[in-house]
């Protein structure tokens, strides 16, 4: 019997890493089409009104453009973080345990621009895909993201009016902000 079961769960692991090679194949190309258009948008609204500008950039348009991208590619598109300036961007249970291991592979010398999750998540009857990439700090980010003391007043300020209950501060270049994640039920 040990004999038989051995290649069925091995055919079955294999059938379901053939499925998954499609599906994170276009999950990535659509994470990836939505931060370079945003980290345009604040930086043309940073050289017309600067960082404190960005602020609301950040806050209304970058929804706007998950929304968008979710409409054209048939993605469920936002961004998630474990400290979180947008009260929306709480992580569900699955992004939580995806960040936390982000972050642990981080530490253990993974470059955070190359962390990703892909994953076929089963709940009861319900079936969809799970993308995670990680979204690492950048130099632009420490305007608004920074440590706390080196962010400009009015930067503060803004931040405070906007998100009273803000945790998305402290950051250096290159640790993990948070992640683009994606959902397509199948």
Request: glycine content about 6%.
């Amino acid at each position: 019997m040990r004999n038989i079961l051995l290649p069925m769960v091995l055919c079955a692991s294999f059938s379901a890493m053939a499925q998954d090679a499609p599906m994170i194949a276009e999950a990535r190309q659509v994470a990836s089409a939505v931060p370079p258009k945003l980290l345009q948008v604040l930086t043309d609204e940073i050289a017309k009104g600067g960082p404190e500008s960005a602020v609301e950039v950040c806050r209304d348009k970058a929804p706007q453009m998950a929304k968008a991208a979710s409409e054209q590619s048939g993605w469920t598109i936002r961004r998630v973080s474990l400290q979180n300036r947008n009260p929306k961007a709480v992580p569900d249970a699955w992004e939580r345990a995806a960040l936390e291991d982000f972050d642990r592979r981080a530490a253990a010398g993974e470059s955070p621009a190359t962390l990703e999750k892909g994953e076929l998540v089963t709940e009861g009857e319900r079936k969809e895909y799970r993308y995670m990439k990680a979204l690492p700090v950048q130099q632009i980010c420490l305007a608004c993201h920074g440590a706390p003391d080196k962010i400009k007043p009015e930067v503060s300020a803004q931040l405070q009016k906007l998100y009273p209950g803000d945790k998305g501060v402290g950051y250096s270049i290159g640790q993990i902000r948070g992640a683009m994640t994606l959902r397509r039920a199948l």
